[in-house]
């Protein structure tokens, strides 16, 4: 296997091997639609592994920081599973980052898929965290019962000292790239309050709950979603008012739903519950590889 970075002309065999990656689960790989665009982003390099005939796997490297780098969409040709293509991939892809600056490369894994799992740790990624998407639905005569601004500092110091910052490891949805989490920063907040918006909950005795949008998006066919880069509250009756603001900001956009970034807690995913701001089904996993000793 060569492993070099992809061409536009790698497309049909890439999308053959990967039509059919979520068969089994009535999901369709985004993949396809997003080749093309994954090809011609800057601050970016997708790979594949050539047999000599055709790609055969593909993974993608991606800078969200000077030290943080992104790895995802790792796919292997059914025929060449086992045979430790996924190692190869990842290895250029760490060596990439790494030459770009980043100590270390962050992956997000389906709990659900097994084989991707198994693929990362064996390939170096260790656990770092998990989450669910919080789905509060728009609403736009949703009234929060506590005070909403769009006030970056004071949402930074309500995540700075909250137990989903513990539980995240200080990790959100990064302002860019899809899919894909960094640390979160002041300064990401504050570019979040000038480009999208924060959400900043509270009363006089200080910010109870908080979160930030990070971008408005379209999946499957034709729904589109708000998503907000994490969600942090003290309890039940700040995050009514947090879901309320939500379901308000999103109203605002006209989007079909919402994505809320929130911690695989007991007590988070459960709040949630409680106050019916709808919780999605299955948990995903977000792995790091430390690239200072490679």
């Known amino acids: 296997m060569n492993v070099r970075p992809a061409t536009h002309d790698d497309y049909e065999a890439v999308a053959a091997f990967t039509e059919d990656t979520w068969a089994d689960r009535d999901g369709e790989d985004y993949i396809p639609r997003v080749y093309h665009d994954w090809i011609d982003t800057e601050g970016s390099e997708t790979f594949v592994a050539d047999d000599g005939d055709a790609a055969a796997g593909i993974c993608q490297a991606v800078m969200l920081s000077p030290h943080e780098g992104w790895a995802q969409g790792m796919r292997v040709h059914p025929d060449y599973r086992g045979d430790g293509v996924s190692t190869r991939l990842s290895e250029r892809a760490f060596d990439w980052c790494r030459e770009r600056g980043a100590t270390v490369c962050r992956n997000m894994v389906f709990s659900w898929n097994q084989a991707g799992l198994g693929s990362s740790r064996a390939v170096g990624f260790g656990p770092a965290t998990e989450f669910r998407w919080m789905t509060p639905a728009p609403n736009a005569t949703a009234e929060p019962a506590l005070s909403v601004r769009n006030a970056p500092d004071a949402a930074w110091s309500c995540f ?3 137990d989903a910052n513990d539980a995240l490891q200080g990790l959100a949805l990064d302002l860019d790239e899809t899919y894909a989490v960094a640390e979160l920063t002041r300064e990401r907040l504050h570019r979040a309050a000038a480009e999208e918006r924060v959400l900043a909950v509270g009363d006089d005795g200080g910010t109870r709950a908080m979160t930030f949008r990070v971008r408005t998006t379209e999946y499957g066919d034709d729904e589109t979603y708000a998503e907000y880069g994490v969600a942090s509250w003290a309890d039940t009756e700040a995050l009514r008012s947090l879901v309320a603001a939500i379901a308000r ?12 970034f929130v911690p695989e807690t007991a007590r988070h995913v459960s709040d949630a519950a409680h106050v019916r701001a709808g919780i999605s089904d299955e948990p995903d996993f977000v792995l790091e590889a430390d690239l200072t000793s490679r």
């Open 249 to 260: 900001d999103a109203a605002t956009l006209g989007v079909d739903g919402t994505r809320v």
């Open 160 to 162: 700075h000292r909250s």
